[in-house]
C-alpha cells in the first residue's frame, strides 16, 4: 500500500493503517530498534511505542515522508529506552557514547530554541551529509543515526577499527567547520 494512502487511513482513525504499518515498515523498524538496544524484546517494545506515536500524532501531523516519521518516532522511542537503562545501571551505553563523540560539534537542545532552528539544523546536516562522499556518509550514518558500535562498520568496510575512528574524527572536524560557516556556533 502507498505511503499516502496509509496517511489518509491515519486520517480517518482506521486501525487498518496500523497493520499495513507493521506490514510495510515493521521488519526495517524492528531492525533499526535491535541494532541501537541489542535486545529483541526492547525493540518489538519500541516498535510498540512508534506504532502508538504514530497512531496519537496523525493527525494532526501529516508527515511528508512516512517512512522517515516512523524513523525518527522509533529512534526517539529507543533512545528514551536507552537513557532509562543507563541511568538504571549507570554504566556507559553505546549511544551515550555516540552522543558523546558529536556533543562538541552539534549545538545542545538548549541552545536550538525554536523549530525553525530545529529545521535548520536539520537542513545544515542535510546538505553537510549530501556533500560527503558516500562511503563517509555510510559511515557516519552508521555511527551516529544508527548507533552501529565502530568495530561492526570496520567490520562492515573491510577497514582497520584505527581508520574508522580516524576518519569519523575528520568527519566531525569537518562538520563542525559546516556548522560554523552555517552559524551554529
Not at 26 to 52: K, W
Not at 76 to 94: E, I, P, V, Y
Not at 121 to 147: C, G, H, V, W
Request: glycine share 2%; hydrophobic share 40%.
Amino acid at each position: 500500500m502507498q505511503d499516502n494512502r496509509i496517511i489518509e487511513l491515519l486520517q480517518k482513525r482506521d486501525e487498518a493503517a496500523i497493520s499495513e504499518i507493521r506490514s510495510k515498515y515493521g521488519n526495517l523498524c524492528f531492525r533499526i530498534a535491535e541494532q541501537m538496544l541489542h535486545n529483541a524484546e526492547d525493540a518489538e517494545e519500541c516498535v510498540s511505542e512508534m506504532l502508538l506515536a504514530v497512531w496519537n500524532s496523525v493527525p494532526p501531523q501529516v508527515p511528508r515522508s512516512l517512512e522517515a516519521y516512523l524513523v525518527t518516532l522509533l529512534r526517539r522511542a529507543a533512545t528514551d529506552r536507552l537513557r532509562s537503562m543507563t541511568r538504571l545501571k549507570r554504566g556507559g551505553s553505546q549511544i551515550a557514547e555516540t552522543l558523546e563523540e558529536l556533543a562538541e560539534v552539534i549545538p545542545s537542545k538548549d541552545n536550538v530554541e525554536s523549530e525553525v532552528d530545529r529545521r535548520a539544523l536539520t537542513a545544515a546536516l542535510r546538505s553537510f551529509l549530501d556533500a560527503l562522499p558516500e562511503a563517509s556518509r555510510e559511515i557516519f550514518m552508521e555511527r551516529y543515526y544508527f548507533n552501529t558500535p565502530v568495530r561492526t562498520i570496520a567490520e562492515r568496510h573491510r577497514m582497520q577499527v584505527s581508520a574508522v575512528n580516524v576518519q569519523l574524527h575528520r568527519i566531525r572536524k569537518k562538520l563542525k567547520k559546516h556548522l560554523e560557516k552555517e552559524g551554529f556556533f
